[in-house]
């Protein structure tokens, strides 16, 4: 019962280093997103994906880039990272189609911490 | 525009008392699903419960159930029995119409059960 993984689970970056945060989900999802959740703060959407080659913007894109190359990975990354990317970033999926289709099911998040 | 409304940044409750978590919504759309998440101290994102704005009972899940008001516009959690273990952050969702399948957020409850 993997569901959707997340690696890794805590990464400190310096000003300007690049990382890739990965996601992968098992369970022939559809639609896939991506989120940062500051301290405190609810959830903000950065990137979404409806199928394998397919992405979108959300709310808040700026400083990352997304792909989706097949129907189970869709990796996120940040290019020259700056102290405001801190935050702990969730990816999660959602079936798209059936009674179930819009519920979103979540990794279990990575912290990331910008010096 | 749609929105979501959680009035009650936090809550204390004793143990083994039922909670009711408020949440009132916005939106125009006759055609809408409302969703709760809980996130406990350790930091995933688990779904709850989903209400679907045709469903004709109330939604139930164990010791969660969503009072359903379409006229008032309110989905509130309730928590039956609560247990220690129900101490999380709990965030109320909307489906949101004009982009498929990507949800609007609360700001979400912080619910401290008292033993």
């Known amino acids: 019962n993997a569901g959707v993984t997340q690696t890794p689970k805590f990464r400190i970056l310096k000003i300007g280093q690049s990382m890739t945060l990965q996601c992968t989900q098992d369970m022939n999802h559809n639609y896939m997103y991506w989120y940062r959740q500051d301290p405190g703060m609810g959830l903000k959407l950065i990137y979404y994906s409806v199928g394998a080659g397919i992405t979108d913007k959300g709310e808040v894109p700026n400083g990352y880039n997304v792909s989706r190359s097949t129907t189970e990975d869709f990796p996120l990354r940040l290019e020259l990272a700056a102290p405001s990317q801190t935050s702990v970033y969730f990816c999660?999926?959602?079936?798209?189609?059936?009674?179930?289709?819009?519920?979103?099911?979540f990794g279990a998040g990575t912290r990331l911490s910008v010096l | 525009a749609q929105k979501i409304t959680q009035t009650q940044p936090g809550m204390f409750v004793q143990e083994k008392e039922a909670v009711t978590l408020d949440c009132t919504y916005d939106?125009?759309?006759?055609?809408?699903?409302l969703f709760w998440y809980k996130q406990p101290s350790s930091g995933e994102m688990i779904f709850l419960i989903y209400q679907g704005s045709y469903d004709q009972q109330n939604a139930t899940e164990g010791r969660y159930s969503l009072n359903f008001q379409k006229a008032r516009k309110s989905a509130n959690l309730v928590i039956s029995a609560s247990q220690l273990g129900d101490s999380a952050m709990y965030f109320c969702a909307m489906r949101r119409t004009d982009s498929n399948y990507q949800l609007i957020w609360g700001a979400g409850t912080k619910l401290i059960i008292k033993p």
């Open positions: 999660a999926s959602s079936p798209g189609t059936g009674k179930a289709k819009n519920i979103q099911y």
């Open positions: 939106t125009s759309d006759p055609s809408y699903g």
